[in-house]
């Protein structure tokens, strides 16, 4: 079982940057492959970045990407979110997710691909 936890988030204005990170219990967490999701009030919980297991690989949803890196510190178990010029728009509760399966890359966008979930930590931008 992995187990996650999520720390970083805050109130930030417009503008502001954030680094969440995402801390993984268990000695295997280098072959998981680690991805952030996000989920604003009444809307659905939507894609926000993936890491591959190891080599640096990453996949972005397409209107975060320039704005927000994804990076993995396999010796901390550790996951990171850098969240730069931030928006009100991105303002939700950030979720990180595990899996350990081997992902098409056509597929790290989907959450229900993920088999692991941290409890959220809220992210408020300001205007």
């Known amino acids: 079982q992995v187990q996650l936890v999520e720390s970083g988030g805050g109130l930030v204005q417009a503008g502001g940057s954030l680094r969440l990170s995402c801390a993984a219990s268990?000695?295997?967490?280098?072959?998981?492959?680690m991805g952030w999701f996000r989920q604003a009030p009444g809307k659905e919980r939507e894609f926000v970045a993936a890491?591959?297991?190891?080599?640096?690989?990453?996949s972005y949803a397409d209107s975060l990407k320039g704005r927000f890196t994804i990076s993995r510190d396999n010796a901390k178990n550790t996951v990171y979110l850098q969240m730069n010029s931030l928006k009100p728009e991105d303002t939700a509760v950030y979720y990180c997710?595990?899996?350990?399966?081997?992902?098409?890359?056509?597929?790290?966008?989907?959450?229900?691909?993920?088999?692991?979930w941290g409890q959220g930590t809220q992210v408020t931008v300001s205007s």
């Open positions: 890491i591959m297991r190891s080599g640096g690989s990453k």
């Open positions: 268990g000695r295997t967490f280098s072959s998981y492959l």
């Open positions: 997710a595990a899996d350990a399966k081997p992902l098409h890359p056509s597929v790290v966008a989907d959450r229900t691909s993920y088999d692991y």
